[in-house]
């Protein structure tokens, strides 16, 4: 059956005038799924419902859009409850003795300030966001120093939670694998399920430290000072993304239930990695609008920013 093209009007026009929509037997093909009986029919009213709301969206006044994807059969509560499992609240601990710095110095900000971070991957439908954010931020940290080590989340998931994929936080998972050997990705694999500790390969990398650069209830221009220095991993709540296309992203929340990692800014929006593999968003980035109003767009003012500080046992 045909894809449908449906035209976007306002400040979307020149951007995404047109967006692909389409039916639910293309969807299901291009996505790999398969329902029998009742489920596909439920499946496809979840599927209408969705697809009509991105329609909608899109024919309004707004700066992003919204596109079909792999979460357009899910309900908004199964897609929270799958995949936004970060817990702001989970006690954050140091009893290895990691280094813990705070520097909320402010900079100059230079008007726009992308890093160059390792590639975007996918937790798929394991609630290990946390993981993958905590990840992110030593892959990175290990690139500014010429690295390109691609490393492990499932090592993290098995060897630092007993709930790997029913949430978590970096900073809690940073302190159980200071000075630790950390393994490539390529050694331990993700299985998007908890599972055993093991050995894998040592890619060399040591977590040495960790800084907070950017306090709780800040500011958008004390974020963008931040990440002036460092990419920075964050928490936002996300639950408005599972339909985002591309544009800047504008609406506030105090509620977090993900964890992901800032990579720049510019004078309209903080860019952030996300780990819904690169098909989502923009190659897998998403753009919050610079907005200061309560916890900032989608929260991300809420919970602060930190970046691990690393060191290798070889040279990169």
Same mark, same amino acid.
């Given at each position: 059956?045909?894809?449908?093209?449906?035209?976007?009007?306002?400040?979307?026009?020149?951007?995404?005038?047109?967006?692909?929509?389409d039916d639910w037997a293309t969807w299901k093909a291009n996505n790999h799924r398969n329902y029998n009986g009742d489920e596909d029919a439920v499946r496809?009213?979840?599927?209408?419902?969705?697809?009509?709301? #991105?329609?909608?969206?899109?024919?309004?006044?707004?700066?992003w859009f919204k596109v079909q994807n792999q979460f357009t059969d899910l309900t908004e509560?199964?897609?929270?409850?799958? !995949?936004?499992?970060?817990?702001?609240?989970?006690? #954050?601990?140091?009893?290895?003795?990691?280094?813990? /710095?705070?520097? /909320?110095?402010?900079?100059?900000?230079?008007?726009?300030?992308?890093?160059?971070?390792?590639?975007?991957?996918?937790? @798929?439908?394991?609630?290990?966001?946390?993981?993958?954010?905590?990840?992110?931020?030593?892959? @990175?940290?290990?690139?500014?120093?010429?690295?390109?080590? #691609?490393?492990?989340?499932?090592?993290?998931?098995?060897?630092?939670?007993?709930?790997?994929?029913?949430?978590?936080?970096?900073?809690?998972?940073?302190?159980?694998?200071?000075?630790?050997?950390? /393994?490539?990705?390529?050694? !331990?694999?993700?299985?998007?399920? $908890?599972? $055993?500790?093991?050995?894998?390969?040592?890619?060399?990398?040591?977590?040495?430290?960790?800084?907070?650069?950017?306090?709780?209830?800040?500011?958008?221009?004390?974020?963008?000072?931040?990440?002036?220095? $460092?990419?920075?991993?964050?928490?936002?709540?996300?639950?408005?993304?599972?339909? /985002? @296309?591309?544009?800047?992203?504008?609406?506030?929340?105090?509620?977090?239930?993900?964890?992901? !990692?800032?990579?720049?800014?510019?004078?309209?929006?903080?860019?952030?990695?996300?780990?819904?593999?690169?098909?989502?968003?923009?190659?897998?980035?998403?753009?919050?609008?610079?907005?200061?109003?309560?916890?900032?767009?989608?929260?991300?003012?809420?919970?602060?920013?930190? !970046?691990?500080?690393?060191?290798?046992?070889?040279?990169?």
């Amino acid at each position: 059956m045909k894809s449908v093209f449906v035209s976007t009007v306002g400040v979307s026009s020149a951007a995404w005038s047109h967006v692909q929509i389409d039916d639910w037997a293309t969807w299901k093909a291009n996505n790999h799924r398969n329902y029998n009986g009742d489920e596909d029919a439920v499946r496809e009213g979840i599927f209408t419902m969705n697809t009509q709301e #991105i329609v909608d969206h899109n024919a309004g006044d707004s700066t992003w859009f919204k596109v079909q994807n792999q979460f357009t059969d899910l309900t908004e509560a199964e897609f929270v409850a799958g !995949y936004l499992n970060f817990e702001p609240s989970q006690s #954050i601990t140091n009893t290895s003795g990691i280094p813990v /710095y705070e520097d /909320y110095s402010l900079k100059a900000e230079v008007g726009d300030k992308q890093w160059s971070v390792s590639p975007v991957k996918d937790q @798929g439908s394991c609630g290990s966001c946390w993981a993958f954010g905590a990840i992110a931020g030593i892959e @990175g940290s290990a690139k500014q120093k010429g690295g390109s080590q #691609i490393l492990s989340e499932q090592q993290l998931m098995d060897c630092t939670s007993s709930a790997a994929c029913s949430g978590g936080r970096a900073d809690s998972a940073y302190p159980q694998v200071y000075g630790k050997a950390l /393994y490539t990705q390529a050694s !331990y694999p993700y299985t998007a399920r $908890n599972g $055993n500790c093991h050995t894998g390969t040592d890619s060399g990398v040591r977590i040495s430290s960790l800084t907070r650069s950017f306090a709780k209830s800040g500011t958008m221009s004390q974020l963008a000072s931040a990440l002036d220095g $460092n990419p920075l991993v964050v928490a936002v709540g996300a639950s408005s993304w599972s339909s /985002y @296309g591309g544009g800047i992203l504008t609406g506030t929340t105090c509620s977090l239930n993900h964890q992901v !990692y800032a990579t720049g800014y510019d004078s309209s929006s903080i860019k952030v990695k996300n780990s819904w593999g690169s098909s989502w968003g923009e190659a897998g980035f998403i753009r919050l609008a610079r907005a200061d109003g309560n916890c900032g767009t989608s929260g991300i003012l809420s919970d602060g920013g930190f !970046y691990p500080t690393v060191s290798s046992t070889v040279e990169v």
